[in-house]
T-cell receptor, first 115, second 112 residues
């Protein structure tokens, strides 16, 4: 079974530029998450989707961040414009809710550097 | 909201030493508890989990027991190997598909 796929793996941009990250979850997983991991910290949730619906976006900075999950499969996270403080690793995860299973599977992440 | 407090690192041990990484949580209700591991250059991997009080999660020689009375989920391994060198994250979530709340991570280095 293929894991969660993310691209690109690395991205370097100048501040005020836009950037987008893409995620393809594990096949059949209905729940998709975007987390941000700052250096030396644990990941923090940005947004959670159940199928196409964003059910928790309370931590998403909506002035510059946007996300979409068309057709309930792939997802894109966008930042426009990027700021120096956005430098972090952006992680995508997916899960399938079954009785007794509470596991989120993470992709390798996209390391963003804003200069 | 939930919070997770993890033993500060980094931790350096000799091979075959006993490992304990402390983790305590604050959450409403009865959360599920997890340990994730991040090997150098790789993504987060689920190491073990426990979904109710007194459950013991185990995998690859690691164990952790869900202690509701002390709100703890300490990670232990009886004899560590060099290959266990990684960053370990404790995490909790309230319900099956809600967000994970992570600790800050503990970097473990095992020296031969």
């Amino acid at each position: 079974e293929a894991g969660v796929v993310q691209s690109p793996r690395y991205k370097i941009i100048e501040k005020k530029q836009p950037v987008a990250f893409w995620c393809n979850p594990i096949s059949g997983h209905n729940t998709l998450y975007w987390y941000r991991q700052n250096l030396g910290q644990g990941p923090e949730l940005l947004i959670r989707y159940e199928n196409e619906e964003a059910v928790d976006d309370s931590q998403l900075p909506k002035d510059r961040f946007s996300a979409e999950r068309l057709k309930g499969v792939d997802s894109t996270l966008k930042i426009q414009p990027a700021e120096l403080g956005d430098s972090a690793v952006y992680l995508c995860a997916s899960s399938l809710i079954q009785t007794g299973k509470y596991e989120q599977y993470f992709g390798p992440g996209t390391r963003l550097t804003v200069t | 909201g939930n919070s997770v407090t993890q033993m500060e690192g980094p931790v350096t041990l000799s091979e075959e030493a006993f490992l304990t990484i402390n983790c305590t949580y604050t959450a409403t209700g009865y959360p599920s508890l997890f340990w994730y591991v991040q090997y150098p250059g790789e993504g987060l991997q689920l190491l073990l989990k426990a979904t109710k009080a007194d459950d013991k999660g185990s995998n690859k020689g690691f164990e952790a027991t869900y202690r509701k009375e002390t709100t703890s989920f300490h990670l232990e391994k009886g004899s560590v190997q060099v290959s266990d060198s990684a960053v370990y994250f404790c995490a909790c979530s309230n319900f099956g598909n809600e967000k994970l709340t992570f600790g800050t991570g503990t970097r473990l280095t095992i020296i031969p």
